[in-house]
């Protein structure tokens, strides 16, 4: 198979050669998510062996007698699954989250008030001639960003790396820093300060910017702002760096009030960098569907968005739900303590192809097909870019599709439409 996707980071490189499960082109993340060996063998139920039949209907008979069941996950699927969680969340009075809410949630939040002035990777790679890298380390995280989109790039218009400024912001010195023309060592925690400071600068009032702010002197500040405002074509991509930092989206809004400045003088747009392939879908399609991206309730029988309440870790903590689906998603790896302490009080159902710490609390486990070799589907890269992942090896696995369709039939037959 050529020119195949991978299904790990939110890069979605399209230039993948596979042959079985072995990968040309593939960086290292991509290569040892395609070479794990490890698979979840056959559907099980409280450590039995069952067929999926049985295993759907047992999910179903927990998730129809819970009063409020979670459903979370889905950055690592289809849309069309993830259309199917939606609804199946919606029939169940249940709450739909997905993985944004512990990543890039903050972005939303900015979005909901700022807007976002964004644009393509392809745009990014053809076009930029200045490319800032804040809170985010894609050498490490996403590492054919760099060759693909960003620093190396050959593009149309901007056609290497000599013809580009790259400038990292972190408040360590990452492996991306390395490739950086400018790199500025900020303390944590003053992102907004240094967004307001750079405005001001570009706005005509230096005199207001005190000697240093965040661990950058004026001097410094001015330079990063001339480099800035003298570019033709900029993308600020920015990381959790920033939305896990204080401020959180308070920190994203002003760097989009930044950018608005930086378009009164020149173009520029920015770009969040998403982790999981889809977690961009995750939050499209709840939003068609639902009218929200992330955290939504459908226990009154309509959907409500309340982040402080209805995230898988608000609900779980607060003691809210009294069961859980959970897909293409390892939350008992990365959600705090309490969370999962009670993850392991209520009844846990798991779809996912790898055994991972969820699989060790989960009473119902239904193995699924590996979307982008044994699955297909659509799926948005992270700059939002609708891409069709394809199907290329026949397999014994039922999809995230096929799981959660025979899922919300069974549960419309037992509810109603
Ligand atoms: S950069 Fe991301 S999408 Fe590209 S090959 Fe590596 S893991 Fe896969």
């Not at 570019?231 to 930044?258: A, P, Q």
């Not at 639902?290 to 029988?301: C, H, K, L, N, V």
Request: charged fraction near 25%; aromatic fraction near 10%; charge should be neutral.
């Amino acid at each position: 198979m050529r020119n195949a996707i991978c299904t790990f980071c939110g890069n979605a490189c399209d230039d993948i050669e596979f042959d079985g499960f072995v990968g040309k082109n593939l960086c290292p993340l991509g290569e040892a998510k395609f070479s794990a060996k490890q698979r979840i063998e056959g559907p099980v139920v409280n450590g039995e062996r069952v067929s999926y039949e049985e295993a759907i209907d047992r999910a179903v008979e927990i998730l129809v007698n819970a009063k409020r069941p979670l459903l979370y996950g889905f950055a690592s699927t289809v849309n069309e699954a993830i259309r199917l969680g939606v609804i199946l969340a919606e029939k169940l009075g249940g709450i739909y989250d997905q993985c944004s809410s512990v990543c890039h949630a903050p972005s939303t939040l900015a979005m909901i008030e700022e807007g976002i002035p964004g644009g393509t990777l392809g745009q990014a790679k053809n076009r930029a001639d200045v490319v800032v890298f804040w809170g985010c380390n894609p050498v490490e995280a996403h590492p054919r960003h760099p060759s693909r989109y960003s620093v190396m790039a050959k593009g149309f218009l901007t056609k290497g790396r000599q013809y580009r400024h790259v400038i990292v912001v972190d408040v360590r010195k990452t492996a991306t820093a390395y490739l950086a023309t400018e790199f500025y060592q900020v303390k944590p925690g003053y992102d907004y300060a240094i967004f307001s400071a750079l405005r001001s600068i570009i706005n005509g009032h230096e005199d207001a910017v005190p000697d240093e702010v965040g661990g950058v002197s004026r001097e410094k500040l001015k330079e990063f702002a001339d480099i800035l405002v003298n570019g033709k074509y900029g993308v600020i991509f920015y990381g959790l760096g920033l939305t896990h930092t204080r401020g959180s989206d308070r920190s994203v809004e002003n760097l989009v009030k930044l950018v608005q400045t930086l378009n009164r003088h020149t173009r520029y747009i920015i770009q969040p960098m998403r982790g999981h392939f889809n977690v961009v879908g995750a939050s499209a399609v709840a939003a068609w569907e639902a009218g929200y991206e992330y955290a939504i309730d459908f226990s009154r029988g309509h959907s409500r968005f309340f982040p402080s309440e209805f995230t898988a870790v608000e609900a779980l903590i607060r003691r809210d739900c009294d069961a859980a689906l959970i897909i293409a998603s390892d939350p008992a790896a990365h959600f705090p303590k309490r969370a999962v302490e009670r993850l392991t009080e209520i009844p846990v159902i798991q779809i996912d192809p790898h055994p991972n710490i969820t699989t060790l609390i989960a009473d119902i486990v239904i193995p699924s097909a590996l979307v982008g070799i044994e699955a297909e589907g659509t799926i948005y890269r992270m700059d939002g870019i609708p891409l069709r992942v394809k199907k290329f090896k026949e397999t014994e696995y039922w999809s995230d599709y096929e799981i959660l369709k025979l899922m919300l039939d069974k549960v419309i037959r037992l509810k109603g439409e």
